[in-house]
């Protein structure tokens, strides 16, 4: 968690609400971020698509745009 404060924490004046979800397909973790405007999420988009979050991994952002969440509640 703390790599993705860095990665992100030049954003924080842009973002309205941030969470961590795992997915259900995948059992992998994502996180839903919403920005205070469109031009700030495009702006973000632009920047870190595909770009490694640091130099010490291989990971890669990929960002998606999302519509609609859903809960499940078991």
Do not use: M
């Amino acid at each position: 968690f703390f790599e993705f404060a860095d990665f992100i924490q030049k954003w924080e004046e842009e973002i309205l609400e941030l969470r961590i979800i795992q997915t259900s397909l995948t059992k992998s973790y994502g996180v839903l971020i919403c920005f205070h405007s469109n031009d700030a999420c495009q702006e973000f988009y632009l920047k870190f698509q595909g770009k490694p979050f640091n130099d010490l991994e291989p990971y890669l952002c990929l960002l998606k745009e999302v519509v609609d969440v859903r809960k499940k509640i078991y």
